[in-house]
C-alpha cells in the first residue's frame, strides 16, 4: 500500500515542504541515449612523453609550470585503477601534443626536440601508453603535431609526423576510436601554431588532415574542433564557419573557470561557490552555445565533451576534494540529458583535478564517484520531471535493463532531507567527513581497489515503501531494478 501510495503522489520537496521527497521511475520519459563510453578520461601528452606540466601550489619557485618526468604507466597500481574505469575512450592530447615530435622507425630516439616541437614521443614510451590502454579494454582519442615542425615550406599542414603516430599505434595493434586534428586551436600561441595562423588556414589544414585520415584510418570518426571556451586568437564561430561541414563528431572543451594558476587572466572562482546552481549550471550554458554552433554549421553531428576539468590551468587546490564530486557527477548528469555522446575527464594522473594522486597513486574523491557511474548508471537517460530546492537529481536506465532505473541524488544543501524509496532498491552513499576532504567513504566504509579491481562494499537495500534519509552533502545512487520503465527495456 505504501508503494502504490508513493507512486501516486507528485514529487514534493522535504526542504519545502518537511515530508519526504517522493518519486514515480515508472513513468520517467526516455529523453536522451548516451555513447557506452560516456564517461572516458585524458591523458595529458605531457604525462607520456615528460616536460612542463602545472606546477603544484607551494611550489618553492612559485612556478606556473614546472619540468615533470613521464607518468610510469606501467605501474601496477595505476594499471589497476586505470581499468577500474574502462572499458572506456582514453584521449592522449593536450597542448603539448601540437608540438611532439615523432621519431622515423627505426630512427634513435633524439636526446631533445628538433627544431619546431616541444618534447619527443620515444617508442618505449609509447608501449607504455599502448600497454595501459590494453589493460583497460579502451580505445585511443589521438591529436596531432601541427607545429612549426610539422609544417611545409608554405605554412601548410604537413602529414608526416601524424603518419607516424598512426604506424605507432598500428605496430602495436592499439585501437583508436576518434582522432582530431590538434588541440583547441583557437589558442593559437600556446597551442604552438604560426603566430599568424587565420581561419582560413585551419580550414585548408582541417581539409588536408580529413583527407588524411580518411586515407589512413577509414571508419574512424573525425571530430572537430576541440576547442576550449568562445574566444582566444582565433574566434570559435570564425573556426567553425571556415571548416564547417567536415568533422563527423563536434567536439569542445569547458571549464568553468581558470585556476589561480592563471590568475592575472580574470575568469576565478572559489570554493565557496562549488555547490551554488550558479556553479553547476555553467557547463549546461557553454554545451547549449556549441550545440548552437553546431546546429548553424554542422546540423545533426553528435557532441563530445572532450576535456573537462574543475578549473583550467590544472585546476584549483580544492580539485581534489569531495567539494568537486558535486561538479563531477551533475555535469555528468546534465551533459546525458543534453545527448552529449563522451564526457573526458582531465586527467588520468597529472594536476589538482586528476582522478588518482601522481604522487602517492590513491584514488581521489572523484575517481569513486567515476567508479559508481560507470556501475550504476546505464546508457539510457531519463527524464525524472522533479524540481526540488537543495538537490540536484538525475536518473538513468540500469545497465542491466529490464525496466530498472538508477536515481543519482545530490544532497548540495547543509541541511539533511528524506526520500520515500517507491520500489525494492540498492542504496549506495558517497560521503565525506566534510567538503574538503579528500577521501571518502561509500556506505560509511573507505572504499578500496585490489588486484581485480575494487573492493566491495556494504550492501544497503531498501524495502518499498521505506524512506531514505539524506545526510547534507552526500551523492547518493539508488538502483531500482524492478522500477518497471518500459523506456528502460
Not at 343 to 366: I, K, Q, W
Request: hydrophobic share 40%; net charge neutral; charged share 20%.
Amino acid at each position: 500500500m505504501a508503494a502504490a501510495l508513493a507512486l501516486a503522489m507528485p514529487a514534493q520537496s522535504s526542504a519545502d515542504s518537511g515530508g519526504p521527497l517522493v518519486l514515480d521511475p515508472h513513468g520517467w520519459a526516455r529523453v536522451a541515449t548516451v555513447g557506452p563510453q560516456y564517461l572516458s578520461f585524458n591523458i595529458e601528452m605531457a604525462e607520456v612523453t615528460g616536460g612542463e606540466f602545472w606546477a603544484p601550489y607551494g611550489d618553492p619557485f612559485e612556478r606556473r609550470l614546472a619540468p615533470r618526468p613521464p607518468l610510469d604507466l606501467t605501474d601496477p597500481r595505476l594499471v589497476v585503477l586505470a581499468r577500474a574505469l574502462g572499458p572506456t575512450v582514453i584521449r592522449v592530447s593536450g597542448t603539448w601534443a601540437n608540438s611532439t615530435y615523432i621519431p622515423a622507425e627505426g630512427e634513435r630516439t633524439p636526446s631533445a626536440p628538433p627544431p619546431g616541437f616541444g618534447q619527443v614521443l620515444g617508442r618505449d614510451r609509447w608501449n607504455q601508453l599502448a600497454a595501459l590502454v590494453r589493460a583497460t579494454g579502451g580505445a585511443l582519442l589521438l591529436s596531432f603535431p601541427a607545429s612549426a615542425g610539422a609544417r611545409h615550406e608554405d605554412g601548410s599542414w604537413s602529414s608526416e609526423q601524424a603518419g607516424r603516430l598512426v604506424a605507432l599505434a598500428g605496430s602495436t595493434q592499439t585501437p583508436i576510436a576518434a582522432v582530431e586534428f590538434v588541440n583547441e586551436p583557437n589558442l593559437v600561441r600556446i597551442g604552438a601554431l604560426p603566430p599568424d595562423y587565420s581561419a582560413m588556414d585551419y580550414a585548408r589544414d582541417f581539409t588536408l588532415f580529413r583527407q588524411f585520415a580518411q586515407r589512413e584510418l577509414p571508419g574512424v570518426a573525425v571530430l572537430g574542433h576541440s576547442t576550449s571556451g568562445k574566444g582566444g586568437e582565433l574566434p570559435v564561430e570564425s573556426i567553425v564557419i571556415a571548416a564547417g561541414g567536415q568533422a563527423d563528431v563536434v567536439s569542445y572543451h569547458f571549464y568553468g573557470a581558470l585556476s589561480a594558476r592563471c590568475s592575472e587572466f580574470g575568469n576565478q572562482t572559489s570554493a565557496d561557490e562549488a555547490l551554488s546552481q550558479e556553479w553547476l549550471s555553467r557547463t549546461q550554458a557553454d554545451h547549449d552555445w556549441y550545440a548552437g554552433q553546431r546546429d548553424r554549421h554542422d546540423p545533426g553531428k553528435p557532441i563530445w565533451l572532450t576535456e573537462t576539468a574543475q578549473a583550467a590551468c590544472g585546476g584549483d587546490v580544492w580539485a581534489s576534494t569531495f567539494r568537486d564530486t558535486f561538479r563531477f557527477l551533475d555535469q555528468l548528469g546534465r551533459l546525458a540529458r543534453a545527448n552529449v555522446q563522451l564526457v573526458a575527464h582531465n586527467t588520468l594522473a597529472s594536476g589538482d583535478y586528476a582522478l588518482v594522486d601522481r604522487e602517492t597513486m590513491e584514488a581521489r574523491p572523484n575517481f569513486w564517484a567515476a567508479v559508481l557511474w560507470r556501475e550504476t548508471m546505464g546508457v539510457g537517460v531519463l527524464d525524472p520531471a522533479v524540481d526540488t530546492q537543495g538537490y540536484s537529481i538525475h536518473a538513468h536506465c540500469h545497465p542491466a535493463r529490464g525496466g530498472g532505473v538508477t536515481l543519482l541524488v545530490l544532497s548540495l544543501s547543509d541541511r539533511p532531507g528524506r526520500l520515500t524509496i517507491p520500489v525494492a532498491a540498492q542504496v549506495t552513499e558517497l560521503a565525506a567527513s566534510d567538503l574538503d576532504a579528500r577521501t571518502v567513504t561509500v556506505n560509511g566504509t573507505p572504499p578500496k581497489i585490489t588486484q581485480a579491481g575494487p573492493k566491495a562494499w556494504p550492501v544497503r537495500r531498501k524495502r518499498a515503501g521505506s524512506v531514505l534519509r539524506l545526510r547534507p552533502h552526500s551523492a547518493v545512487f539508488i538502483e531500482m531494478r524492478k522500477a518497471g520503465n518500459p523506456a528502460c527495456n
